[in-house]
């Protein structure tokens, strides 16, 4: 009988990002300020269930396809190949590939009942995160592109598709760009910084792997003026009167400050792990 807890495991459904304790599953649930900003009106509709579940079963799939291609590295790491049911020989790849496809199929069915525009979008996107896991190609193994495609598959593919199901493309979509990407980038630096040991006999060249004396601290200054200016651009394209900009926008401002000084202090942990 198949174990539910493997399933769990393999969606990581209990993970959490080297900067936040909070499940992927949960973090998602910013698609309910954000429909709040461009479309509050539509919040408690069907949409937003769908477009919510979409997302769920296509970051799902983003994870396992992951642990598939990483099941030889992740042998390596005690405590990732008792998480990942490949690396551990709990599954084979057979059937890892056989769940995240399934998993990725339902996810994009679930965005073709919303809009073909969506459908598509969310297609390309979920592409890109493939990429970035999958052995042939392995984008996560390619120094810039391993940031830029990670905070595609973790960022900007949820924030697209529930943006466009909602609105139309506008500078509005420019602004929240400007702030999502900064932050899936430099988490991806951190988890970099976190498997450098490993990533290094496994022989992957990403960004940190590519760039020894690299010090990312200078690199977060940069993103946070990015998100910053994005915050301002975001303002500049909103109501002053709606609810959203008198308290949401403040506690949004807020909790990204947060977040970035706790990846400043992040950054100092993994920094010195990685020169030691």
């Not at 609105?167 to 979509?173: A, G, H, N, V």
């Not at 949401?248 to 970035?260: D, N, Y």
Request: net charge positive; aromatic share 14%; proline share 3%.
């Amino acid at each position: 009988m198949f174990d539910i807890s493997i399933l769990s495991r393999l969606t990581r459904l209990k993970e959490y990002s080297p900067v936040s304790k909070i499940p992927w599953i949960l973090r998602l649930l910013f698609i309910i300020p954000l429909i709040l900003i461009i479309s509050p009106q539509s919040l408690l509709s069907y949409k937003t269930i769908i477009v919510f579940l979409a997302n769920v079963f296509l970051m799902a799939s983003g994870f396992v396809i992951n642990d598939v291609e990483d099941a030889e590295d992740d042998y390596y790491d005690l405590k990732k190949r008792k998480r990942n049911p490949i690396a551990n020989g709990e599954l084979t790849k057979k059937q890892g590939y056989l769940i995240a496809f399934s998993l990725f199929f339902i996810g994009l069915s679930l965005l073709l009942t919303i809009s073909y525009l969506v459908f598509l979008v969310g297609s390309i996107l979920s592409l890109v995160g493939f990429l970035y896991s999958w052995r042939s190609i392995r984008l996560k193994s390619v120094p810039i592109v391993d940031l830029i495609s990670h905070a595609i598959a973790l960022g900007v593919l949820q924030f697209s598709t529930t943006y466009l199901t909602f609105r139309s493309f506008s500078l509005q979509f420019i602004s929240f760009l400007m702030i999502i990407m900064p932050f899936s980038v430099a988490i991806d630096i951190l988890q970099e910084l976190r498997d450098f040991r490993v990533d290094k006999k496994t022989k992957i060249i990403n960004t940190i792997q590519k760039f020894g004396n690299f010090n990312p601290t200078k690199l977060f200054v940069i993103l946070a003026v990015i998100v910053v200016t994005g915050f301002v651009i975001l303002c500049s394209t909103m109501d002053r009167s709606s609810i959203f900009f008198s308290i949401f926008l403040p506690l949004s401002i807020l909790s990204g400050v947060m977040i970035l000084l706790t990846s400043t202090v992040k950054i100092r942990k993994f920094f010195k792990l990685y020169h030691s």
